[in-house]
């Protein structure tokens, strides 16, 4: 049963535009999110998080923003740019230093010239 | 810079073989992890260690277990390989006491069991 989950195994936009990726989540004692971002033949890197006690955490072209009532968090990027192609994964945890993680499937981001 | 590092990229292995898959860091990290990632599945968590000697079970550990007698050395042991363990297996570590993002992957190992 998996208590993250990413619907859009792809998405593509074109460079400039906004970028969302979505991920819902199911267990709702989950109060630690985190997106990382993986490139193929490397392993997958931290790219921002968020914590229950926010709904909108920004670090440059990156925002993650939560919906703790609709379990629901998206993460923008604005604007894209063909770099940020990647697979983007979603994770979940209890509290921000409990290393047991669950992972979303993940979703092929292409941003094309 | 963490490093975390996987001692094969690609491997193969029939039906019936012992397989190890060997991670080590270099950043004198308490806590080591195996996942393995499928289409569809994303990463799921088949063992992970708090300190050497220890092992806890994730959430697939069937099929598999693990060593940790060194630190910097967590091994994955695949006892008799089946073809259901075809997948991309990670190796990850990070710092006791901070926080999940200090979980750094390595490249990981693609394995294909005939």
């Known amino acids: 049963d998996q208590q993250v989950k990413q619907n859009s195994p792809s998405l593509s936009v074109q460079e400039g535009r906004i970028s969302i990726l979505n991920c819902d989540y199911t267990n709702s004692m989950f109060d630690y999110f985190l997106w990382y971002k993986k490139y193929p033949a490397e392993g997958p890197t931290f790219l921002i998080s968020i914590s229950s006690i926010k709904d909108k955490n920004e670090d440059g072209r990156f925002t993650v923003f939560l919906n703790k009532s609709a379990k629901h968090l998206s993460l923008h990027i604005v604007p894209s740019q063909p770099g940020d192609s990647a697979v983007y994964f979603c994770a979940a945890s209890e509290g921000s230093r409990n290393n047991d993680m669950r992972f979303g499937a993940g979703t092929r981001l292409t941003v094309k010239p | 810079d963490v490093k975390v590092t996987q001692s094969s990229r690609y491997l193969v292995k029939r039906t019936g073989e012992k397989v190890f898959l060997e991670c080590v860091q270099d950043m004198d990290h308490e806590n080591m992890f195996w996942y393995r990632q499928d289409p569809g599945l994303g990463l799921r968590l088949i063992y992970f260690?708090?300190?050497?000697?220890?092992?806890e079970k994730g959430d697939i550990p069937e099929g598999y277990s693990v060593s940790r007698e060194k630190k910097e050395r967590f091994s994955l042991i695949l006892e008799s390989a089946s073809t259901n363990q075809t997948s991309m297996y990670l190796c990850?570590?990070?710092?006791?006491?901070?926080?999940?993002?200090?979980?750094?992957f390595g490249p990981g190992t693609r394995l294909l069991v005939l």
């Open positions: 990850a570590s990070s710092l006791s006491g901070q926080g999940v993002e200090t979980q750094y």
């Open positions: 260690s708090y300190d050497v000697k220890m092992k």
